[in-house]
């Protein structure tokens, strides 16, 4: 699978941002998508994943009411809107994307997008 992503940019504490991924290249059946975070200097975390046919979203605490990932099946795109953003949402987000269930550590993923920068000032 290939992962285009978009979206990132800079916004206020508080305020909103979507980000984008498209994918192509095979059949999505059977794949769950995921964004993933990276801070400077720290690992790469889970944000949330959904299996892009059936549904079922996954989130990390840390974002669970405030993020909210989607996907529109006929243009093979998930999305990941972000409300109620704080300084500490700021980092570069990835998408992926696995054969199978949602998971949750990277070294699960088989496919990644290039990052989008997002940054959230006070």
């Known amino acids: 699978v290939q992962l285009q992503a978009s979206g990132g940019g800079l916004v206020q504490a508080g305020g909103s941002l979507r980000l984008s991924c498209a994918a192509s290249g095979r059949n999505l059946v059977g794949i769950t998508m995921g964004w993933f975070r990276q801070d400077s200097g720290k690992e790469r975390v889970f944000v949330a994943a959904?299996?892009?046919?059936?549904?079922?979203?996954t989130y990390a605490d840390s974002v669970r009411g405030r993020f909210t990932i989607s996907r529109e099946i006929a243009e093979g795109t998930v999305y990941l809107q972000m409300n109620s953003l704080k300084t500490e949402d700021t980092a570069v987000y990835y998408c992926?994307?696995?054969?199978?269930?949602?998971?949750?550590?990277?070294?699960?993923?088989?496919?990644w997008g290039q990052g989008t920068q997002v940054t959230v000032s006070s």
């Open positions: 992926a994307a696995r054969e199978g269930p949602s998971r949750r550590y990277q070294s699960e993923y088989d496919s």
């Open positions: 959904i299996d892009f046919i059936g549904g079922c979203p």
